[in-house]
């Protein structure tokens, strides 16, 4: 697993609605993410959603604006789901 977490493999996760392929997220990732954390806190979720959830191989969503416009359900699953790729390795 830490191979395929320094290597950006993307990862396949569970979710309550089927697989979701995830982009392992890059030193590059962490910084923005911590930019938007500290300005924008109640969006990092979206963002998260937004930089990371893949579909056939290209983002699934073209946009912020998309994702916060989606189920904010699932936004909040995968963005949970997202934010632990971000620890991976420290454990």
Same mark, same amino acid.
């Given at each position: 697993?830490?191979?395929?977490?320094?290597?950006?493999?993307?990862?396949?996760?569970?979710?309550?609605?089927?697989?979701?392929?995830?982009?392992?997220? #890059?030193?590059?990732? @962490?910084?923005?993410?911590?930019?938007?954390?500290?300005?924008?806190?109640?969006? *990092?979720?979206? /963002? !998260?959603?937004?930089?990371?959830?893949?579909?056939?191989?290209?983002?699934?969503?073209? #946009?912020?604006?998309? @994702?916060?416009?989606?189920?904010?359900?699932?936004?909040?699953?995968?963005?949970? *789901?997202?934010? /632990? !790729?971000?620890?991976?390795?420290?454990?």
């Amino acid at each position: 697993m830490i191979r395929d977490a320094l290597l950006l493999r993307d990862a396949t996760v569970e979710t309550s609605f089927g697989p979701v392929v995830l982009r392992r997220p #890059s030193a590059a990732d @962490v910084i923005e993410a911590t930019e938007v954390a500290l300005k924008r806190p109640e969006t *990092l979720y979206a /963002h !998260l959603v937004w930089r990371h959830v893949m579909d056939g191989g290209k983002p699934a969503f073209e #946009s912020l604006e998309q @994702v916060m416009q989606s189920d904010g359900i699932r936004v909040l699953e995968l963005g949970r *789901l997202v934010e /632990h !790729l971000y620890g991976e390795g420290r454990d």
